[in-house]
């Protein structure tokens, strides 16, 4: 696959913390870690998740031959020494990866997805 690098707006409101801030919006991640759990289990053999317990934050890690992907959903962005990092879905080097706090996040990371699995 092709290098590429998808940088998706986030509409919400800053909130700033002690060491940089972050981006809430009043996305729910629920149906998107479901619908992205399904397509990684039909595609991969060991699909790595995980939730973290003080955030609205999913993870998935997947590490398999020539498949490397890494993938955030949240109802957040990632907090930010200087400014705040943006929502993206990119492929660099054969790696995927995506920060999605969005729906429309959301549909840019199942179309890559399943191209990336393909």
């Given at each position: 696959?092709?290098?590429?690098?998808?940088?998706?707006?986030?509409?919400?409101?800053?909130?700033?913390?002690?060491?940089?801030?972050?981006?809430?919006?009043?996305?729910?991640?629920?149906?998107?870690?479901?619908?992205?759990?399904?397509?990684?289990?039909?595609?991969?053999?060991?699909?790595?998740?995980?939730?973290?317990?003080?955030?609205?934050?999913?993870?998935?890690?997947?590490?398999?031959?020539?498949?490397?992907?890494?993938?955030r959903?949240?109802?957040?962005?990632?907090?930010?020494?200087?400014?705040?990092?943006?929502?993206?879905?990119?492929?660099?080097?054969?790696?995927?990866?995506?920060?999605?706090?969005?729906?429309?996040?959301?549909?840019?990371?199942?179309?890559?997805?399943?191209?990336y699995l393909?």
């Amino acid at each position: 696959m092709e290098n590429f690098n998808i940088e998706i707006d986030v509409n919400g409101n800053t909130k700033s913390l002690r060491n940089g801030s972050i981006k809430t919006t009043k996305y729910s991640p629920v149906f998107a870690v479901k619908s992205i759990a399904k397509i990684l289990e039909s595609n991969c053999n060991d699909v790595d998740y995980s939730k973290a317990k003080t955030t609205n934050s999913h993870y998935f890690e997947v590490f398999e031959g020539d498949i490397d992907i890494q993938i955030r959903l949240s109802n957040h962005t990632k907090k930010a020494d200087f400014g705040v990092e943006e929502s993206y879905v990119c492929c660099n080097n054969g790696m995927f990866e995506a920060d999605v706090c969005s729906k429309e996040g959301f549909e840019v990371l199942k179309e890559k997805l399943i191209e990336y699995l393909g």
